[in-house]
């Protein structure tokens, strides 16, 4: 894998890591807060409190299920030499970014340069998939003509 490859891959992994992360905390805040919330006179105020507590520990609970979905999705990616076809785990160079086909993880900085970690099922990933070096396209009246891949 090139490098420059292996090092989107880790700050994908990173990415992922800290969705994780933060998700982990929330849940732990929410548990902690719906434990230390003692049944007052107010019954109803306190049933209220602990029922939102219980729904931000469900959301970051789904959220938490989105990362893992996402570190399966990278962990599955063909990281390992290259392909004239792009693939889930290219680096398709264009005209009009330069697109790694992993995970929707937003735009990385590497060296200087910005990358656009994109799922393959994305509306650009789809475009994406399976062109070579030379194939043009248009998404949403935007031209893109693919320079290399890696």
């Known amino acids: 894998m090139s490098d420059i490859k292996e090092k ?3 700050l994908c992994i990173a990415y992922v ?4 992360r933060a998700s982990e905390e929330a849940i732990a805040e ?5 434990n230390d919330d003692t049944k ?7 049933e209220t409190g602990r029922e939102m507590m219980q729904q931000e520990t469900n959301r970051n609970l789904a959220q938490l299920n989105e990362a893992n979905k996402l570190m399966v999705a990278l962990n599955q990616l063909g990281i390992k030499g290259t392909s004239q076809i792009a693939e889930p785990g290219s680096l ?3 005209n009009n970014g330069n697109f790694y086909l992993s995970i929707s993880a937003g735009t990385l900085e590497l060296n200087g ?3 656009f970690a ?11 998939k399976g062109t070579q070096g030379g194939d043009e396209f248009i998404l949403n009246g935007k031209s893109y003509k693919i320079q ?3």
């Open 92 to 94: 398709v160079i264009t």
């Open 8 to 10: 989107l891959y880790q």
């Open 113 to 115: 340069k910005s990358y």
């Open 17 to 20: 890591q800290n969705r994780m």
């Open 30 to 34: 929410a548990q902690q807060a719906a």
């Open 118 to 128: 994109v799922s393959p099922a994305s509306p650009i990933g789809i475009q994406l």
């Open 148 to 150: 290399s891949i890696q």
């Open 40 to 46: 007052s006179s107010a019954g109803d105020k306190y």
